[in-house]
C-alpha cells in the first residue's frame, strides 16, 4: 500500500510508493519508446491492460475487445491504490495517510501515432466525454477529495508510452498547488468581488498581446507570469468553476481549441514533449464565484534545476508575448 | 534586463530572462559536456571567464591568473543583473520588478573532473569559506532580500559545465519556498515554542531509522516526507538560524559530513547528478529561534511530470528509511 506523509515543515505531501528502485540502475529511463507491435494501448492487444472501466465503442462489440474509440482502465502501476480506508494517523511529530485513491488511464484513440490535433472533432469531443463521465463517477466515491487529470506526452515529459493517453488521479486531500490557487482566488474575490481568471480573461482581451487563439466559448493565453516558455492556459470565457458542467456546445469548442493549441504548439516547437493539467475545483466544492477551472499546457523544453527547487521561482527564457505571438502566427 | 513578474492568482514570481531561444532547437540541450582542454574553470583558462571577485590563491601570485584554489566569478549568463534599481511596479491587474540581483559561480577546485567527494579536507572547507565571505559581501547591498547557494551537478540536474562549481544568486525578494518553510516554522514555534528542526532532530535521533551520517556539529537524514529518492538533508545540531555563523570547529565538521555524504551518494548511486541547496534565512532577519539553516541534496533519479505540476505532490518511488539504511551501510 502506497503512503501519503506530511512534510512537517510547510505541509506538503508526498507519495511514497515503496514500489520501485533502490539503486541508480533501477531508475534509469526506458529511453525506446514502445512501438505499436507491442502496445498495450493499441486495438487488439485490449489483453495486455487490466479490465477496462469505461469505452466508447461500437454498437455489438464486447468489452475488453476490439471496437472502441475512446477506452478507460486502471493504471497498471497505480501509484494510489482504489481498496481499503485513509487511515489518518500520527506517529510522533509525522503524520501519515494510506495511499488510497485511483489511477487511471484514459486511451484517446485506437490510433497509435495521432497527437491530439491529428484527431478528427468527434474523436477530440470524445475524449472530453470520457474526462467528464470518469470525474462524475469517481465523485462518487466520499473518501476522494480531488480529481486530476493531466498528460505526459513524450518521455521527457515523464511519459513512459507514447500511444496518446491521458491520466486521472483521485486523491483524498487537495493538493498544494490547487490550495494555492483556490486561497489565491478566494482573497482576491474577497478583495474585489470580481473573480480574478475572469478579470485576467477581460485584462488580457484588452491587452491583446498574450492571446494565441479563442473561440465562442475558450480563449486561450500565453499567462502573464509564465513558468515555462510557450506556456499556455485555456480558459472558459464565461465564469465556470466546474469543469464537469460543460454543455455540449461548449465540448465541441474545447475540443476544437484543444486540437488548435496543440496543433500550433507542434508545429512552433516541432513536437516537444509537454505536459497538460486540468485544474478543477475540488470534489466538495459547489459551484463557487470565485474559482474558474482551466487547462494548463507546458511545454518541456528547459530544464528545472537547484535554483528553482531551492526557490520555488522559475526562470523562463521567453517572454510570453513573444511565445502568443509565435504561437498566433503559424497556421 | 531581465524582470521579475507576479503571479496574479498565487503569487509566485517568474523570472523571464528575456535572451534566449524561441524555438525549439534553441532549446536542446548541449549534451556534450565540456571537456578539461576547453573548460573556463580550469586552471590556465582564467581568460576566457569574466575579472574574478574573489578567490584564495598562493601569496604572489595575481588576479585572474594561475595559483588559486578557489575562485569565484561572476555568472557568464545571469539570470539577475547587478546595475540599476529594483523598480517595483504595476500595470492593470500584473506586476513587475526588474531583475535585479547578483549572479555568481564559486569554482571549487582547480581540478577538472573532482565532486566535492575528491577533494581533501582543507580544500572542502576552503569551499564554506568562500561561501561565508560571499554571503556576507552580498548582504551589504541593501537591495537584496536573500542569497541562495546552490549547486547542479551532471547534465540532468540542469549544469552545463561539468568542472566543480556551486552558484549564488542574490535577489530581491524572498522566495516562496523559503517563505513557505518560515512560515510553518514560525507557526510551529508560535505552537510549541520549540523549533520545528531542533525537534526533527530529536526524533530522528530517538527512531535512528533515517540518519545517514553525523559528527560533533552535523547530522544528516533522510527526511521523512522526502520528495525525491536518496534526498538528504545536513542539519546543524546546535539551533543557528544563520548559516555564516559557522564556527571553525563547524566548518571542518560541515565540510566533513558534506564529504562523506556525497562520497556515500556517489557510490551508492554510481555518481548521480543533483542538486544541491543551502536554506538560510533572509537577509535582514536577524538570529531567530523558529528557522534552522540547512543544506537539502537531491540526486535526481526520477522525473517530474504533470502529476507533480498539477499538484504540488511528489512520488517518491524510494521509501527514506530504505534510502538511509543503504547511504549508511556503504562504506
Redesign the interface.
Given at each position: 500500500m502506497p503512503?501519503l506523509?506530511?512534510?512537517?515543515?510547510?505541509?506538503?505531501?508526498?507519495?511514497?510508493?515503496?514500489?520501485?528502485?533502490?539503486?541508480?540502475?533501477d531508475?534509469e529511463?526506458i529511453s525506446e519508446m514502445d512501438t505499436s507491435e507491442g502496445c498495450p494501448f493499441c486495438s487488439g492487444k485490449e489483453n495486455l491492460t487490466p479490465p477496462e472501466i469505461l469505452s466508447f465503442r461500437e454498437p455489438g462489440t464486447r468489452k475488453d475487445e476490439k471496437g472502441w474509440w475512446v477506452r478507460v482502465i486502471p493504471n497498471k502501476f497505480p501509484?494510489l491504490r482504489v481498496e481499503g480506508n485513509i487511515n489518518r494517523r500520527g506517529e510522533?511529530?509525522?503524520d501519515y495517510m494510506d495511499g488510497i485513491g485511483a489511477h487511471e488511464v484514459i486511451i484517446e484513440t485506437p490510433k497509435h501515432d495521432a497527437d491530439f490535433s491529428d484527431l478528427d472533432i468527434k474523436q477530440a469531443e470524445e475524449v472530453i466525454w470520457a474526462y467528464r463521465d470518469r470525474i462524475l463517477d469517481l465523485k462518487k466515491d466520499i473518501r476522494f477529495e480531488?480529481i486530476?487529470i493531466?498528460?505526459?506526452h513524450g518521455a521527457?515529459?515523464?511519459?513512459s508510452l507514447s500511444h496518446p493517453h491521458s491520466?486521472i488521479?483521485a486523491?483524498p486531500t487537495i493538493?498544494?498547488?490547487?490550495k494555492?490557487?483556490i486561497d489565491?482566488?478566494r482573497n482576491?474575490y474577497e478583495y474585489k468581488e470580481r473573480c480574478?481568471?475572469c478579470?485576467?480573461i477581460r485584462?488580457e482581451t484588452e491587452?491583446n498581446t498574450r492571446i494565441v487563439s479563442e473561440n465562442e466559448d475558450f480563449i486561450c493565453i500565453t499567462?502573464?507570469?509564465?513558468?515555462f516558455?510557450f506556456e499556455t492556459w485555456i480558459m472558459p470565457k464565461i465564469h465556470s468553476s466546474i469543469f464537469e458542467d460543460l454543455s455540449k456546445h461548449e465540448v465541441t469548442n474545447l475540443a476544437l481549441i484543444l486540437r488548435d493549441i496543440n496543433g500550433r504548439m507542434n508545429k512552433?516547437?516541432?513536437k516537444?514533449p509537454y505536459?497538460?493539467?486540468?485544474?478543477n475545483s475540488p470534489c466538495r466544492t459547489g459551484k463557487i464565484p470565485y474559482y474558474h477551472w482551466h487547462i494548463?499546457i507546458?511545454p518541456r523544453?528547459?530544464?528545472?534545476?537547484?535554483?528553482e527547487?531551492?526557490?520555488?521561482?522559475?526562470?523562463?527564457?521567453?517572454?510570453?508575448e513573444?511565445?502568443a505571438k509565435?504561437l498566433r502566427e503559424i497556421d
Open positions: 503512503e506523509r506530511r512534510d512537517p515543515i510547510i505541509g506538503r505531501w508526498v507519495i511514497i510508493t515503496k514500489e520501485r528502485g533502490k539503486v541508480k540502475k531508475f529511463q501509484v510522533g511529530m509525522f480531488y486530476l493531466f498528460k505526459n521527457d515529459a515523464g511519459a491520466q488521479i486523491m493538493p498544494v498547488r490547487v494555492q490557487e489565491g482566488s482576491y480574478i481568471f478579470d485576467i485584462e491587452a499567462p502573464f507570469a509564465s513558468r516558455p512552433t516547437l516541432e516537444p505536459n497538460f493539467i486540468i485544474h494548463e507546458m523544453l528547459t530544464k528545472v534545476a537547484g535554483f527547487w531551492g526557490t520555488g521561482f522559475y526562470i523562463n527564457p521567453t517572454p510570453p513573444e511565445a509565435f
